[in-house]
């Protein structure tokens, strides 16, 4: 802390608080940082040896600081006056009793927990049928349902199964439930430690066989499976189709099968997958590769018909020798600082770097574009919407450098979603974003090291899309039990003294679990809803100061805390 820092806390801090011992803080502030910077590069890369390490050097600093404190004659509780500097006060919760309703939705599980196995059949009925009823009885207003084509395609080209998603859908509507469906174009899990696991149709993985540049791959020529690389968007490679072509007649065989559900209004919505995890990206931090939270990641771009695009890119820029990829920009666990690329005043903003980063983002804007022209097409006259990934870590760096390898191109003095979300007005398409349910003190006291803001890229996100005047939803990004969790999506669902009113046009629960429907957890979900909903609650209180522990559990469709 710098002593301009001090003299302005001079102003903020609370009775009992004195300069000295700021002062003192502000010292220790240095050498505790130190000890924490130490602890974090001999864990081997372990959040929980990490935390048990910084823990137990803060408790042994304290007892230190209180002897020190009583020799100097000024003995002060280092714990309480800690609490007062960095415990924000507690806040009565917003009442949002009258507020807009906002639909919620609930994520289903997949196939291995009850839902679609590999033969498109229905598994489990009686089970599903019950906890469907119980979302039911506490109005919740429908679920999501992911239609994957590694299920439905998944042998003969052109030949749908669909019979387990129609046997689904109809339980849905007969329990007077409303439908989000996902066109679910990627692989469902593959990384290490997932027990759920959903290829790419067999067709394709044959094909794949003979030609892996079909597929993502990184500067180390790895190839990645989780989805097909936008390479190939237009190249007739897939049985003499391209991968739009491909897409477009998995989601008109949907719409003709599906044309009563429609009719009726129980499918209220199509989300359209456009990447890994069905989200806009670049599948740049994929755990079977080795990555691990904070990493930067690397980029994606190396199958030969992206090459051949960056050749094509740097051809018409008239710099033949741009035709590369930046070969300082490290490999997936590192920090933005260890690169040359993305450190402060790097690569990234160079001329060389600017034309790189808006070719690789414009491949991704353009992606979205061909796939949701076509969307369009098939679901003619149905909400359509296209998921965008909330990768907030290393946001409070100049290069936003995760997002910079995602296909974002958002550093510090650019906006990055802008032209997003005009690609997704172009289409009249919603967007979906994730993330809303963390804090960013929460991740600062969890993961310092990432530098992670997910409260300031929500912000700018959801504002990016609101200037343009299209739809916005929601989910979250981890599981979510608790008050402080639900009352953060509440705040960015129905932002406070907005002059325009706006608020998200729905919210989706991840997931559906045993643990939800555990009765502690279920009743405030429950109690959620009605404040989404705008309905009155007669317990409202403070926030708890104590959160529960955010390593609860992850979700395949989130990669990253």
């Known amino acids: 802390m710098a002593i301009s820092s001090i003299w302005f806390c001079d102003f903020l801090r609370p009775p009992g608080v004195t300069s000295s011992f700021l002062h003192k803080q502000a010292l220790l502030t240095s050498r505790r940082e130190s000890l924490r910077f130490e602890g974090s590069t001999n864990c081997n890369s372990s959040r929980f040896k990490c935390a048990r390490f910084r823990t137990s050097s803060m408790m042994t600093e304290r007892k230190e600081r209180n002897a020190e404190d009583a020799l100097d004659g000024e003995f002060v509780d280092v714990d309480d006056n800690m609490q007062a500097l960095h415990t924000p006060p507690k806040m009565p919760e917003r009442d949002f009793a009258g507020t807009p309703y906002v639909p919620v939705y609930v994520m289903l599980p997949e196939w291995q927990l009850g839902v679609i196995n590999m033969n498109s059949e229905l598994v489990d009925q009686e089970s599903l049928v019950n906890q469907l009823r119980i979302l039911k009885s506490i109005n919740v207003d429908g679920v999501m349902v992911d239609c994957w084509w590694g299920i439905v395609e998944a042998h003969t080209p052109q030949v749908y199964n669909w019979s387990g998603y129609k046997r689904l859908f109809q339980i849905v509507r007969e329990l007077k439930l409303k439908l989000q469906v996902v066109m679910s174009f990627h692989e469902c899990g593959g990384n290490v430690g997932d027990d759920v696991y959903i290829p790419l149709p067999q067709w394709v993985i044959e094909i794949g066989q003979s030609n892996p540049d079909i597929y993502f791959t990184d500067r180390e020529g790895r190839r990645n499976t989780e989805c097909l690389t936008w390479g190939i968007d237009k190249e007739r490679v897939l049985r003499c189709r391209t991968a739009v072509e491909v897409y477009f007649d998995y989601m008109r065989s949907f719409r003709v099968e599906f044309d009563e559900f429609f009719e009726d209004g129980i499918i209220t919505e199509i989300e359209v997958g456009l990447g890994p995890c069905g989200e806009l990206r670049y599948p740049s931090y994929p755990a079977k590769h080795g990555w691990r939270y904070p990493g930067i990641g690397e980029f994606q771009c190396y199958d030969k018909y992206l090459m051949k695009s960056l050749s094509k890119a740097a051809e018409a820029r008239g710099h033949l020798f741009w035709a590369r990829d930046p070969e300082n920009a490290g490999s997936y666990n590192s920090t933005p600082h260890e690169t040359g690329f993305f450190r402060d005043g790097g690569d990234y903003d160079s001329y060389y770097g600017r034309f790189f980063l808006n070719w690789y983002s414009q491949v991704l804007v353009d ?195």
């Open 367 to 561: 992606h979205g574009d061909h796939v949701l022209a076509l969307a369009n097409l098939a679901f003619e006259g149905t909400c359509i919407a296209a998921k965008v990934s909330g990768i907030h870590w290393w946001y409070k760096t100049a290069s936003h450098a995760a997002e910079l390898t995602s296909g974002f191109y958002n550093p510090s003095n650019r906006d990055g979603y802008a032209p997003i979300a005009a690609m997704l007005k172009k289409h009249r398409v919603a967007l979906n974003f994730t993330c809303v349910e963390l804090r960013t003190l929460d991740q600062h006291e969890d993961f310092p090291e990432a530098l992670a803001d997910p409260e300031g890229l929500v912000w700018q996100v959801l504002n990016a899309a609101w200037d343009v005047s299209i739809l916005v939803a929601s989910e979250n990004a981890l599981p979510c039990y608790d008050r402080e969790g639900y009352n953060k999506i509440l705040e960015n669902a129905k932002p406070r003294n907005d002059p325009d009113g706006r608020h998200l046009s729905a919210f989706t629960y991840l997931r559906l679990s045993s643990v939800l429907m555990e009765r502690h957890n279920f009743v405030e979900f429950e109690r959620f809803v009605k404040r989404m909903h705008g309905e009155a609650v007669a317990d409202l209180q403070v926030y708890p100061n104590k959160r529960p522990s955010k390593f609860q559990g992850t979700d395949d469709r989130v990669a990253a805390e």
